[in-house]
T-cell receptor, first 117, second 114 residues
Framework: GAGVSQSPSNKVTEKGKDVELRCDPI?????LYWYRQSLGQGLEFLIY????????KSGLPSDRFSAERTGGSVSTLTIQRTQQEDSAVYLC???????????????FGSGTRLTVV | GDSVTQMEGPVTLSEEAFLTINCTYT??????LFWYVQYPGEGLQLLLK?????DKGSNKGFEATYRKETTSFHLEKGSVQVSDSAVYFC?????????????FGRGTSLIVHP
């Protein structure tokens, strides 16, 4: 697509439930990134995909968080047994993945606002 | 490792005031420097960038110059508008293959009053 698309834009869930957040990157972008932005905080890096593989999972905060990417395109971030501290805006970004990031940066989606009640 | 330090906000200004948001960095190699802007309820948008020392990035009246000697990339605008109210992020992007993960500052909130 023309931009990075994230869905849903808003999600309210009960504590303990599982949620799935979706990211559809720009067509042809091989690199995909997930970030978390808590209220009043900066960007927390979660995970990075190059194609379907995730060379860097260092930012996932716990084993309740997982992510996958299929077909080198859409990615899903799954949070199991959600807790109130998981409430945040989850941002996805994509880039060409060819090393041009240092010149062109990322393109971000609008984010999914997750509220755990 | 790389780091980016931004001035803490919020920065509160009246319309038509001069804006400076400070950003300093530490990095290995010769990264590119970016400013992103986040309007309420939206994702981050690229505002401007500079890919090498002494480059000046500019967009929508905003400017920033890549200063290697002071390791800074301060954002400036001569006359802010209410519509500039947003959170501004300074970011450092390493160059070259295998170096795709940037370092973001914590963001600086700008509030412009009429």
């Amino acid at each position: 697509g023309a931009g990075v698309s994230q869905s849903p834009s808003n999600k309210v869930t009960e504590k303990g439930k599982d949620v799935e957040l979706r990211c559809d990157p720009i067509s042809g972008h091989t690199a995909l990134y997930w970030y978390r932005q808590s209220l009043g905080q900066g960007l927390e890096f979660l995970i990075y995909f190059q194609g379907n593989s995730a060379p860097d999972k260092s930012g996932l905060p716990s084993d309740r968080f997982s992510a996958e990417r299929t077909g080198g395109s859409v990615s899903t971030l799954t949070i199991q047994r959600t807790q109130q501290e998981d409430s945040a805006v989850y941002l996805c970004a994509s880039s060409s993945g060819t090393g041009g990031e240092g010149y062109y940066g990322y393109t971000f989606g609008s984010g999914t606002r997750l509220t755990v009640v | 490792g790389d780091s980016v330090t931004q001035m803490e906000g919020p920065v509160t200004l009246s319309e038509e005031a001069f804006l400076t948001i400070n950003c300093t960095y530490t990095a290995t190699g010769y990264p590119s420097l970016f400013w992103y802007v986040q309007y309420p309820g939206e994702g981050l948008q690229l505002l401007l960038k500079a890919t090498k020392a002494d480059d000046k990035g500019s967009n929508k009246g905003f400017e920033a110059t890549y200063r290697k000697e002071t390791t800074s990339f301060h954002l400036e605008k001569g006359s802010v508008q209410v519509s500039d109210s947003a959170v501004y992020f300074c970011a450092l992007f390493p160059k070259g293959r295998g170096s795709y993960i940037p370092t973001f500052g914590r963001g600086t909130s700008l509030i412009v009053h009429p």
